[in-house]
């Protein structure tokens, strides 16, 4: 059967097709920078800079207690009270917080008063406001840390970009806001990203659980090293624990050039109107931040030519950001050769009464951007596994794109699979709750082996 779609919009996708060939290259370069980001010498000036995230001990699923955990991702914010009652048993009372888009973009002071705010009120809520219980900090940007409660922001993402943070200890910006308030006692015992959250919340019930990845608004993976190799750790060489949870970034590969072949002129586009033009390469090609401006100026290029959509078109099409990531979805869920989501997604952008081909068309196009996505984080965790050198292990994920896209799990299985050497067994399972959990998983386990204590 002869297809649909217009020669000009194959054209158009063919750059976001990945080939067995250049994937093995991916994972060749990636190997190369991640090995630069664990060493001392080259660390300063890799790109992946497998950030030591100081959490040495995995949960056993025995923890007990009650914690706090603040979650600042991205595109939500949220309080928790978790308590741990040990045999793997939880409970989570939680509340999430409308986040002002204005203190994105405002001073850091303003940011961190909020989150102090909104902390102050859930315990008082919730009776808590003089226990200083312990809290962990679930803060989804690049820090680099001194200690397990300590690090630094070395950069914004994910459209942040908050005046006197940067270069500072985000942990104590945190304090410094809860007690300007004076209202509350809170200890903050430890700071983590997302990454290491959902790996440990999928640790406390799979201990074979090594990786943690995340894609969603952003994209990042962390997973377990032997503390050895982990050279930017100063006791690494006569750490008396085996292993170091490492925080790879890996968003960052291909800032400095290395993946170009795998690049697009949308890419590049996108990259000019985002807040840090030339960083976040490879996020910017995987991230739900992104993939639907993606698809938008595929879109746009068709409509100007005349090949899709014609006399039809809308004005809200031509708004910068107007075809969300979460279409992407809809339109790829429809089965072949029905349109209902597809027709949901068009009456949304104001587009009315197109053609079956101009739907066909859509639909290459949305599978193109998250079929790159979802090679490239194949590629990635093929490269993790590679460098663990392990024949099995458990893959916590977490994040919007993965749990919502309806084929995004299945691409990754597929192309992992063609890519790992034979007879290495993986399961990629779902993290409940990594970002709220995890963070309390990784206090409970700092408070148990005290490690807080020394690096407050």
């Given at each position: 059967?002869?297809?649909?779609?217009?020669?000009?919009?194959?054209?158009?996708?063919?750059?976001?097709?990945?080939?067995?060939?250049?994937?093995?290259?991916?994972?060749?370069?990636?190997?190369?920078?991640?090995?630069?980001?664990?060493?001392?010498?080259?660390?300063?000036?890799?790109?992946?800079?497998?950030?030591?995230?100081?959490?040495?001990?995995?949960?056993?699923?025995?923890?007990?207690?009650?914690?706090?955990?603040?979650?600042?991702?991205?595109?939500?914010?949220?309080?928790?009270?978790?308590?741990?009652?040990?045999?793997?048993?939880?409970?989570?009372?939680?509340?999430?917080?409308?986040?002002?888009?204005?203190?994105?973009?405002?001073?850091?002071?303003?940011?961190?008063?909020?989150?102090?705010?909104?902390?102050?009120?859930?315990?008082?809520?919730?009776?808590?406001?003089?226990?200083?219980?312990?809290?962990?900090?679930?803060?989804?940007?690049?820090?680099?840390?001194?200690?397990?409660?300590?690090?630094?922001?070395?950069?914004?993402?994910?459209?942040?970009?908050?005046?006197?943070?940067?270069?500072?200890?985000?942990?104590?910006?945190?304090?410094?806001?809860?007690?300007r308030r004076g209202d509350i006692k809170i200890n903050t015992v430890a700071l983590?990203?997302?990454?290491?959250?959902?790996?440990?919340?999928?640790?406390?019930?799979?201990?074979?659980?090594?990786?943690?990845?995340?894609?969603?608004?952003?994209?990042?993976?962390?997973?377990?090293?032997?503390?050895?190799?982990?050279?930017?750790?100063?006791?690494?060489?006569?750490?008396?624990?085996?292993?170091?949870?490492?925080?790879?970034?890996?968003?960052?590969?291909?800032?400095?050039?290395?993946?170009?072949?795998?690049?697009?002129?949308?890419?590049?586009?996108?990259?000019?109107?985002?807040?840090?033009?030339?960083?976040?390469?490879?996020?910017?090609?995987?991230?739900?931040?992104?993939?639907?401006?993606?698809?938008?100026?595929?879109?746009?290029?068709?409509?100007?030519?005349?090949?899709?959509?014609?006399?039809?078109?809308?004005?809200?099409?031509?708004?910068?950001?107007?075809?969300?990531?979460?279409?992407?979805?809809?339109?790829?869920?429809?089965?072949?050769?029905?349109?209902?989501?597809?027709?949901?997604?068009?009456?949304?952008?104001?587009?009315?009464?197109?053609?079956?081909?101009?739907?066909?068309?859509?639909?290459?196009?949305?599978?193109?951007?998250?079929?790159?996505?979802?090679?490239?984080?194949?590629?990635?965790?093929?490269?993790?596994?590679?460098?663990?050198?392990?024949?099995?292990?458990?893959?916590?994920?977490?994040?919007?794109?993965?749990?919502?896209?309806?084929?995004?799990?299945?691409?990754?299985?597929?192309?992992?699979?063609?890519?790992?050497?034979?007879?290495?067994?993986?399961?990629?399972?779902?993290?409940?709750?990594?970002?709220?959990?995890?963070?309390?998983?990784?206090?409970?386990?700092?408070?148990?082996?005290?490690?807080?204590?020394?690096?407050?």
């Amino acid at each position: 059967m002869p297809s649909l779609v217009n020669p000009e919009v194959e054209l158009a996708v063919r750059g976001f097709i990945l080939d067995q060939e250049k994937m093995a290259e991916v994972v060749e370069r990636m190997t190369k920078e991640m090995k630069m980001g664990l060493a001392k010498d080259t660390h300063p000036r890799a790109v992946i800079k497998c950030f030591v995230s100081y959490v040495q001990d995995l949960p056993t699923g025995k923890e007990r207690g009650r914690y706090l955990a603040l979650d600042l991702g991205g595109s939500n914010f949220r309080v928790l009270l978790v308590n741990l009652r040990g045999e793997s048993d939880v409970t989570i009372n939680s509340k999430s917080y409308d986040f002002p888009k204005s203190l994105m973009t405002g001073s850091g002071i303003a940011l961190f008063d909020f989150l102090a705010e909104c902390l102050a009120e859930f315990c008082m809520d919730h009776g808590v406001a003089e226990e200083g219980l312990p809290l962990g900090f679930t803060f989804s940007f690049p820090c680099q840390q001194q200690g397990l409660s300590k690090g630094t922001l070395v950069a914004w993402t994910k459209g942040f970009n908050c005046d006197g943070v940067v270069g500072k200890n985000v942990v104590a910006l945190l304090q410094e806001a809860i007690e300007r308030r004076g209202d509350i006692k809170i200890n903050t015992v430890a700071l983590i990203n997302d990454t290491v959250g959902t790996l440990m919340s999928c640790a406390y019930s799979r201990p074979n659980c090594r990786i943690g990845l995340i894609v969603g608004t952003g994209s990042n993976a962390c997973y377990v090293e032997k503390t050895v190799n982990a050279e930017c750790f100063e006791g690494y060489q006569t750490s008396p624990k085996p292993f170091m949870v490492i925080n790879c970034e890996w968003g960052a590969f291909g800032d400095n050039g290395v993946l170009e072949f795998v690049r697009t002129s949308y890419d590049k586009v996108v990259d000019k109107v985002t807040p840090n033009p030339g960083k976040q390469t490879f996020e910017k090609c995987i991230s739900g931040m992104y993939m639907g401006e993606l698809v938008r100026l595929v879109l746009i290029e068709m409509i100007t030519k005349g090949v899709m959509f014609r006399g039809d078109s809308s004005q809200k099409i031509f708004q910068r950001w107007s075809f969300k990531s979460a279409y992407i979805s809809d339109v790829e869920s429809d089965p072949p050769g029905e349109y209902r989501a597809c027709n949901k997604v068009l009456n949304d952008l104001g587009i009315i009464g197109s053609q079956e081909p101009d739907k066909e068309a859509l639909k290459l196009i949305c599978e193109a951007v998250s079929s790159r996505s979802a090679k490239l984080c194949a590629c990635g965790l093929v490269t993790i596994i590679n460098k663990m050198n392990i024949n099995e292990v458990v893959i916590g994920i977490d994040g919007s794109v993965y749990r919502y896209h309806p084929k995004y799990h299945d691409m990754l299985q597929f192309h992992m699979r063609k890519l790992l050497k034979p007879g290495v067994k993986f399961e990629l399972v779902a993290s409940e709750d990594g970002s709220g959990r995890g963070a309390a998983l990784v206090a409970a386990t700092a408070v148990s082996s005290k490690n807080y204590k020394l690096s407050v």
